[in-house]
């Protein structure tokens, strides 16, 4: 199996990239990094370990990250808007009293992780950033050279054919930290753009989740956990779309499989001014470059995806 690395703000679908992660026998976990997002750092890190806790993995060592974008004139901490809450819960877990792991995240921070991950595993390790792009663009400031040796990094982020999710441009991740995508996107390094354009394709209704009650216990929470997401969806967020979408685990899906989606190769750039901040397009300027670093996935074959995922789940829960 391939070593994976999850750079995760966790939230409920994050929390689902977690089991897919555990459960895809292309990977092998190595670790998770926390940035914020969907909830506080701290929060998405005790999330983090939760969950791993949950699925009797405390053997996948967290670490902690930004507590807040690259620009930040704020004094503490990045907490999310009302509207992300009603989404992932006050808790970023759905409200769910999910009981905390016996133990504490690792001493060093996420960037020294990554870097150090990189260094040593090379090609072998594979990134799945399902945050703000925060501590990736972390580590290229810190050690430039790092981030390139990686086999490959696949990000949840951006919007390109497709509406944006938190304007009319521009996806939660991308414009939680602009600067940040910004660095990632354009540091020539190749990524994979798993966005809004693929990730909503495919949903899990309510009656699908409960079926995980049948796995035990485990089942039972992530029921509970994910249940609130797609009733958030189905009450207000997106009542159209007839369950929750699945944007993190898809991202991971799609490390571990690149067959499952399709893609056009582009030269990104994300806005940072005004109206269009957080808005991830092609690079005009760079038309004529043959070289083309960011694949974006534009179709997805769904119904594979979703009929893995639930029996990923399924068997991560019961094990
Ligand atoms: C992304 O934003 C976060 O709220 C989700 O966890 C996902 O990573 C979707 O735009
Ligand atoms: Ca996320």
Avoid at 180 to 197: K, Q, R
Wanted: hydrophobic share 45%.
């Amino acid at each position: 199996a391939r070593k994976v690395l999850l750079d995760l703000d966790t939230g409920i679908d994050d929390s689902m990239a977690i089991c897919e992660a555990l459960a895809n026998p292309a990977f092998d976990l190595v670790g998770i990094t926390g940035v914020f997002g969907n909830v506080s750092v701290d929060q998405g890190v005790r999330n983090a370990l939760a969950v791993l806790h949950l699925l009797g993995r405390d053997d996948v060592p967290v670490w902690a990250g930004a507590r807040h974008p690259l620009l930040w004139d704020g004094d503490g901490d990045f907490l999310p808007p009302r509207n992300i809450m009603d989404i992932h819960g006050e808790n970023g877990v759905g409200n769910v009293e999910l009981p905390d792991s016996p133990r504490a995240a690792e001493e060093k921070g996420a960037v020294d992780a990554i870097v150090r991950l990189c260094r040593e595993c090379g090609g072998d390790l594979d990134i799945v950033a399902t945050g703000p792009l925060t501590n990736l663009a972390l580590v290229l400031e810190r050690d430039p050279g790092a981030l390139g040796l990686a086999g490959s990094v696949t990000v949840m982020g951006g919007a390109v054919a497709t509406e944006g999710n938190v304007s009319p441009c521009a996806e939660a991740n991308v414009f939680n930290d602009p600067e940040a995508a910004s660095a990632v996107l354009t540091s020539g390094i190749p990524v994979t753009l798993v966005g809004l354009d693929v990730t909503m394709k495919e949903v899990l209704t309510r009656e699908m989740v409960d079926r995980w009650r049948e796995a035990g216990p485990a089942g039972e929470t992530m029921a509970d956990i994910v249940g609130f997401y797609v009733d958030a969806h189905n009450d207000w967020l997106a009542p159209t779309l007839g369950g929750c979408a699945l944007h993190d685990p898809l991202s991971v899906a799609v490390a571990a499989d690149p067959g499952l989606c399709g893609y056009l190769p582009s030269v990104m750039k994300v806005d940072l001014e005004g109206e269009l901040r957080g808005r991830t397009i092609g690079d005009q300027s760079q038309i004529r470059n043959p070289d083309r670093p960011v694949k974006v996935a534009l179709t997805v074959d769904g119904a594979r995806f979703s009929q893995q995922l639930m029996a990923d789940i399924e068997r991560v829960c019961s094990e």
